[in-house]
């Protein structure tokens, strides 16, 4: 298994395979949109064969293992950016109602300065794997953690939720050493959390499924309610790409809007998409593409996603830095998570990226010592 997953297309061709096959049996698939799963699905393989046969490898996770961050400048810089979007998690649940508590619908809205707040406070992922990778003070690492998880389940934000669970998962194997078993029970854990929390706050947030009008299948009308969410959610980016390929439907302002900061919204709901259900409006990280640029577009952006890993995976392998990791959890999600919605191609991700290398940056030129001891760095309970 750990070889596997030093495949960067582990993280991109799995979890599309899996999705299609999961929309061709939650759905009685209409005419003409198998061509839409097909492309998705050819496309998959085709990047799963090319890296199988020649892709790069993540360096040995023992070699990870050995990487020690604490106390380093770059845990130092790391602890101030987690400070700042604490800050900034901190303003969005005091300055604004907190869905959880208020109303499930307010997640969604974003007025009186709240959009801006959430552009920090969504990083809020970074804390656990930052806590788990450079905090020696117990407290200290299970706060972080705590707060990275604790967060999004207040704004109802699921896709954060996802992201900090997948982070502190995939830090856990990453950085067990030669020979000692992968931690199974605590991924498996995490796993099923992930799988509770989502179908809890999906029913909380949207309420019950009935209203949708979708060409179910019976597995979908069998499952019970929590499963039939987790179904949707797998399955609904596919189903539309399906949909809008069949259709023909061409429109670029959504991939612009997506590109370009502060041209227009990014949202699809209520829009002139012909989906087949206005409420389930997502598409995969490649439906703007489809829209845009027709499947050949779509196609481009799958190896461009690709791409995209291999270059966070030969990062990781240069020099195993704590940015550079970072970078490649941030690409490695957003690949898993591509068959839903669009999170690699987006201005927000390339910040991301863009931040972490300027901290990179700016941690090589603080004094070449080690942090001075603190309270962020104190050794646990002796």
Not at 320 to 329: A, E, G, N, Q, W
Not at 342 to 354: D, E, H, K
Request: glycine share 8%; aromatic share 12%; with cysteine.
């Amino acid at each position: 298994m750990k070889t596997l997953l030093r495949f960067p297309s582990t993280y991109l061709s799995l979890p599309l395979l899996f999705a299609c096959a999961a929309t061709l049996l939650t759905y009685d698939m209409p005419e003409g949109y198998l061509g839409g799963i097909g492309l998705l699905a050819t496309a998959a393989l085709a990047v799963l064969v090319f890296d199988l046969v020649a892709g790069p490898r993540l360096p040995p996770f023992a070699r990870i293992a050995e990487r020690k961050y604490a106390g380093t400048r770059e845990a130092f810089v790391a602890f101030a950016f987690c400070a700042l979007v604490t800050l900034f998690c901190v303003l969005d649940l005091v300055l604004f109602p907190i869905p959880l508590f208020d109303k499930p619908s307010a997640y969604a809205q974003m007025e009186g300065g709240r959009e801006h707040i959430r552009h920090l406070s969504a990083w809020c992922w970074v804390l656990p794997p930052v806590g788990l990778l450079c905090a020696r003070n117990r407290w200290l690492r299970y706060g972080l953690v705590l707060a990275g998880i604790v967060f999004p389940i207040l704004v109802i934000d699921r896709n954060r939720i996802f992201a900090s669970l997948f982070s502190v998962g995939l830090v856990l194997v990453m950085r067990r050493g030669e020979g000692r078993r992968l931690p199974w029970p605590a991924v498996a854990g995490l796993a099923l959390a992930g799988m509770v929390l989502f179908a809890v706050l999906g029913i909380l947030r949207s309420g019950p499924l009935e209203g949708v009008t979708l060409p179910f299948g019976a597995l979908y009308r069998e499952s019970p309610p929590g499963v039939k969410w987790l179904l949707l959610y797998v399955s609904a980016g596919p189903y539309n790409f399906a949909s809008i390929l069949a259709k023909h439907y061409v429109n670029a302002d959504f991939l612009l809007n997506q590109l370009v900061p502060m041209r227009g919204s990014i949202a699809t709901a209520g829009t002139g998409i012909p989906l087949d259900s206005p409420t389930i409006n997502v598409g995969t990280e490649f439906f703007p593409f489809l829209m845009a640029l027709g499947p050949a577009g779509a196609f481009a952006a799958i190896l461009a996603l690709y791409g995209l890993l291999v270059w966070s995976v030969r990062r990781m392998r240069a020099a195993p830095s704590l940015f550079s990791l970072l970078i490649f959890l941030r690409m490695a999600y957003v690949a898993a998570m591509a068959p839903f919605a669009p999170q690699a191609f987006t201005f927000m991700s390339a910040g991301f990226i863009a931040l972490c290398l300027l901290m990179q940056l700016f941690a090589a030129w603080l004094p070449n010592r080690r942090a001075a001891p603190s309270f962020l760095d104190a050794p646990t309970s002796r």
